[in-house]
């Protein structure tokens, strides 16, 4: 299904941003873009859904087990990608955030497709032919990360700030209308902290609508 493209700039957040607590970095994450480099052609979806995790601190965090082989990406420097995979079939996509030596990031859960959607599609197997399709892309933390290539082995590590890499965030001036805080989705640890960030009324939010 062809989506019309706006042409805008697009500036690469730098490593300050991230630099800060992930509560501040969820909430100012929405609306920013993620983008991916596939040879010639460019992904792109618009940041609505996010869930900060703050560390050692924090339960629910891979983080609150300490320093790890597996979750050291966590632990510094900001701004770079933390993938995991879960539940035995999907990775999840993340970034550092605080400063380095500090734990603390921030899990994508959605977004909403802005370009690139035929390579999308072919990435999750599915077919677009209507709006309601391109929920089947991006809605979803399994589905984003599958929709743009995303996979520890391509991705952990990588510093998302670097104008080298084929993964980063950008932001083009858009501003979210309004932004809600929830509690987190799918954990039974501190469940009830409200860390979860989304877009309010964005139809690509994933899990409980808002």
Known sequence: MP??????????LQRSFFERDPRQVSRDLLGKVLVRREGKTLLKGRIVEVEAYLGE??????????????????????????????YGNHWCFNVSTLPDGVAGG?????????????????ARGVTVNTQ??????????????QAFGITRLRDNGKDLTSAKSDLWIADDSYRPPHILETVRIGI?????MPLRYVIGGNPFVSGRKT
């Open 106 to 122: 921030v899990l994508f859960r959605a977004l909403e497709p802005l370009e690139g959607i035929d390579a999308m599609a072919r």
């Open 188 to 192: 039974t640890k501190a469940a009830e």
């Open 3 to 12: 989506i019309p493209v706006k042409r805008v700039r697009l500036v690469r």
């Open 132 to 145: 309601r399709d391109l929920r089947l892309l991006t809605s979803g933390p399994g589905r984003l990360a």
């Open 57 to 86: 601190d924090d339960p629910a965090a891979h983080a609150a087990a300490g320093r790890t082989a597996r979750n050291d990406v966590l632990f510094g420097p900001p701004g770079r990608a933390y993938v995991y995979f879960i």
